[in-house]
Nanobody, 119 residues
Framework: QVQLVESGGGLVQPGGSLRLSCAAS????????MGWYRQAPGKQRELVAT???????NYADSAKGRFTISGDNAKKMVYLQMNSLKPEDTAVYYC?????????????WGQGTQVTVSS
C-alpha cells in the first residue's frame, strides 16, 4: 500500500505561481512513476505531468512551458511548479503514483488539493 498526501494548493491571481508537493509513504520502494492529474468541475480527470523513477518527464500540452514536475526519488516526493497560471488551470489537483509489486501494477491517488486561479 502507498499513501499520498498533497499540499500547496490555494487561490492565486492570473499570471501567478504555485508549487504543489506530494509525499508518498508506505511501500514507496515499489513506486516507479509519480505524477499530477487535475479535474475541473464537470470535466474528466486529466493528466498534467508525470515523472519516472529515472527522471523522465511527460507533460500535457496545456502544461508545457508553464509547469515543471520534479521529484526526490529517494524520498518519493514529487513537486509541481506552476507558473503563468490561467483561470482555466482551476481544478482539484491529484497526486498519482504507480507501483509494481509481485508483477502486479497498482495506481494510487492522493486526496486532492484545490487550485483556484481568479482575480
Amino acid at each position: 500500500q502507498v499513501q499520498l498526501v498533497e499540499s500547496g494548493g490555494g487561490l492565486v491571481q492570473p499570471g501567478g505561481s504555485l508549487r504543489l508537493s506530494c509525499a508518498a509513504s508506505g511501500n514507496i520502494f515499489s513506486i516507479y512513476i509519480m505524477g499530477w492529474y487535475r479535474q475541473a468541475p464537470g470535466k474528466q480527470r486529466e493528466l498534467v505531468a508525470t515523472i519516472t523513477s529515472g527522471g523522465n518527464t511527460n507533460y500535457a500540452d496545456s502544461a508545457k512551458g508553464r509547469f515543471t514536475i520534479s521529484g526526490d526519488n529517494a524520498k518519493k516526493m514529487v513537486y509541481l511548479q506552476m507558473n503563468s497560471l490561467k483561470p482555466e488551470d482551476t481544478a482539484v489537483y491529484y497526486c498519482q503514483a504507480d507501483s509494481l509489486t509481485a508483477g502486479l501494477r497498482y495506481r494510487y491517488w492522493g486526496q486532492g488539493t484545490q487550485v483556484t486561479v481568479s482575480s
